[in-house]
């Protein structure tokens, strides 16, 4: 194969140790932000994620970044296999498999760039409304964004470790005697019917109904404008752990972007927050 026809690589290395609650989908909207990307960086390049943080993560957080490779411009996105990956495999795939030398980048490879990012600073971000590199930390939004819609699902978004932190808020919601408020519409769309019967066997969903949520069934939905959950005016607005907030994706509303936890945190409150910040709040 012609050298010419292999994309470059961007090694994209997460140093440090994550604060509690910051997930993948944390990590890709602050990378999305960073200039390098923004002035097309990473525009044909494979991404090549590595780092401290990156061995920590479970795979499904692996697949939020990969998953939004397209959105830095990627041509696709990586992460060296390890033993997270063999556990993964081994227990949700069935598969006999073991990690050889030649599976991870070469001591000393050349790459296009390098980006590294220390992951102790990072707190929740959310992407404004018109791209998904319109990255911002959540606690540097100046004005109060209150949401009409809070969809949780897609394939960036609807993954057994993104139900798990779904649930985690919900349960903790339901504990405190909360719910959805009636003005906001939460929509809770399982990945796969696999994550779905995951959901199931795990007793999620009876603390997902009571929280407030509509469950969706595994589809190509309110990403792509195409079910509940998608916005039918100008004027609402929705939080999503969807992959891309283009102007019309998910009908003539506004779409900021956010991590899982965030989407459900923010539906309880009705407006945009984290959910260490509800926590705060209802603990004051």
Known sequence: CSSDLVPETLRIEFTGELPAGITGKDLVLHLLAQPKIRSGGGVGKVFEFTGP??????????????????????????????????????????????????????????????????????SPMVAAPGDPGNGMRLDAVQQRVKIDIA???????????????????????????????????????????????????????????KAGATLLQPSCGACANMGPGSSTKPDQVTVSAQNRNFPGRSGPGQIWLASPPTVVASALAGELISFRQLQERVAA
């Open 151 to 209: 969809f949780a699902g897609t394939c960036t978004g609807g993954k057994q470790g993104d139900f798990d932190g779904y649930y985690e808020v919900l349960s903790w919601a339901v504990q405190h005697n909360m719910r959805v408020p009636d003005h906001v519409k939460l929509y809770l769309q399982f990945g796969t019917t696999a994550v779905r019967d995951y959901c199931i066997d795990k007793g999620y969903l009876p603390v997902f109904e």
């Open 53 to 122: 943080v990156i061995s920590r993560l479970s795979i499904d957080e692996r697949t939020t970044l990969t998953n939004m490779a397209a959105e830095l411009g990627g041509f696709t996105g990586i992460v060296a296999p390890d033993e997270e990956t063999v556990r993964f495999l081994r227990e949700r795939r069935g598969v006999a498999f073991r990690v050889e030398p030649w599976m991870c980048s070469d001591p000393g490879a050349s790459y296009a760039d390098a980006i590294t990012i220390d992951g102790s600073t990072l």
